[in-house]
């Protein structure tokens, strides 16, 4: 018998991080129709940034990778809250896009995004594999090394 999606959520334990409140005038997610747009997370535990630098400059693709599988996490918790609290309803995730705080010369974004991918992958099967956009930025809020948004499909 396979695990579900809340309990593959929930498999995770310890590294699932609590959901993030917004910093700014936004909402985590906006439910249209059966699609839930996700705001950017950023990689943060508990109020706590934990990958503030730029790729190719003080971090690397490995903490970058980190980085973004965070995001994801923080993703997937905004997306299970978007859902009533349970990931059932995730019917498939259609698409990522992955900002990377990179120097003008750093050309791994897709690398660094590939955290959130995999990640989703990992959750979600084959209903998490997605459109994707890895995309270098000269800078990312509050000096962040990543930053991911997401679209899903969810059941209605």
């Known amino acids: 018998m396979s695990m579900t ?10 590294e699932v991080p609590n959901a993030t409140v917004p910093g700014a005038n936004y909402v985590p997610a906006v439910v249209v129709g059966n699609i839930v747009f996700l705001a950017g997370q950023v990689p943060r535990r508990d109020d706590r940034l934990m990958c ?19 995001c994801a996490l923080n993703l997937v918790v905004q997306l299970q809250a978007a859902c009533g609290g349970s990931l059932s309803r995730v019917k498939r995730i259609a698409k990522l896009t992955g900002f990377v705080n990179a120097t003008a010369d750093f050309t791994d974004m897709p690398k660094v995004i590939n955290g959130a991918s995999d990640l989703f992958i990992e959750i979600f099967g084959e209903a998490g594999r997605h459109a994707r956009s890895a995309v270098g930025a000269p800078t990312l809020p509050r000096g962040v090394g990543v930053e991911v948004e997401a679209i899903a499909e969810i059941e209605p």
């Not at 999606?5 to 310890?14: I, P, R, S, V």
């Open 5 to 14: 999606f809340d309990e593959k959520l929930a498999a995770l334990g310890a």
């Open 52 to 70: 503030v630098g730029r790729l190719g400059e003080n971090l690397t693709v490995e903490e970058g990778y980190a980085a973004a599988r965070l």
